[in-house]
């Protein structure tokens, strides 16, 4: 047709890669912080409150300042990435001290044994209690221990966040 385009229209056709990178990076970037925050455990979320934020102040300036002309979005994209990932690696030690510690020590302790009933033959009112005395004297022995490695497991994950523990051991 040998129209000829405006400069404004050649400038943006010769910029199209620039533009398509931009909009995958943008793309990239967004589907790694969705995918990092739904990997979260919802029970520690209120924990990664300080964390979210962060990344959230890390995502306002791509929402305030950074446009199709700006020459600077890939300090920002990369920026953005590496709190992603930091919050991430963080995310995915919390969780595994979550599943594997915090979830195996709870089902131990759901399964600690307070009382017994007899198998075959009854029994007398003083062997029942004093089997019920003895489980439960050992059953709170072995509670006080998880409870102590739960706070010790508290701990870790605070440590991790960035808390000080708001406790002690004794």
Same mark, same amino acid.
């Given at each position: 047709?040998?129209?000829?385009?405006?400069?404004?229209?050649?400038?943006?056709?010769?910029?199209?890669?620039?533009?398509?990178?931009?909009? $995958?990076?943008?793309? %990239?970037?967004?589907?790694?912080? @969705? &995918?990092?925050?739904? #990997? =979260?455990? /919802? $029970?520690?979320?209120? %924990?990664?409150?300080?964390?979210? @934020? &962060?990344?959230?102040? #890390? =995502?306002? /300036?791509?929402?305030?300042?950074?446009?199709?002309?700006?020459?600077?979005?890939?300090?920002?994209?990369?920026?953005?990435?590496?709190?992603?990932?930091?919050?991430?690696?963080?995310?995915?030690?919390?969780?595994?001290?979550?599943?594997?510690?915090?979830?195996?020590?709870?089902?131990?302790?759901?399964?600690?044994?307070?009382?017994?009933?007899?198998?075959?033959?009854?029994?007398?009112?003083?062997?029942?209690?004093?089997?019920?005395?003895?489980?439960?004297?050992?059953?709170?022995?072995?509670?006080?221990?998880?409870?102590?490695?739960?706070?010790?497991?508290?701990?870790?994950?605070?440590?991790?966040?960035?808390?000080?523990?708001?406790?002690?051991?004794?």
């Amino acid at each position: 047709l040998n129209l000829e385009l405006p400069s404004v229209h050649q400038f943006i056709v010769t910029k199209k890669s620039w533009f398509f990178e931009y909009r $995958d990076m943008v793309a %990239l970037m967004l589907q790694s912080y @969705n &995918k990092t925050m739904s #990997s =979260l455990v /919802p $029970d520690l979320r209120k %924990l990664y409150a300080v964390h979210l @934020n &962060k990344i959230k102040d #890390s =995502l306002e /300036p791509g929402f305030k300042k950074i446009n199709w002309t700006c020459q600077t979005w890939q300090g920002y994209v990369d920026k953005v990435f590496k709190d992603i990932q930091i919050y991430n690696n963080l995310i995915q030690r919390s969780n595994d001290i979550f599943d594997s510690r915090v979830e195996k020590l709870l089902d131990q302790i759901l399964n600690i044994e307070l009382f017994a009933l007899p198998d075959k033959e009854p029994w007398t009112l003083e062997k029942f209690l004093e089997t019920v005395k003895t489980m439960c004297k050992d059953g709170a022995q072995t509670l006080q221990m998880k409870n102590e490695m739960m706070r010790y497991i508290h701990s870790n994950v605070l440590q991790k966040i960035g808390y000080e523990p708001f406790f002690c051991f004794s």
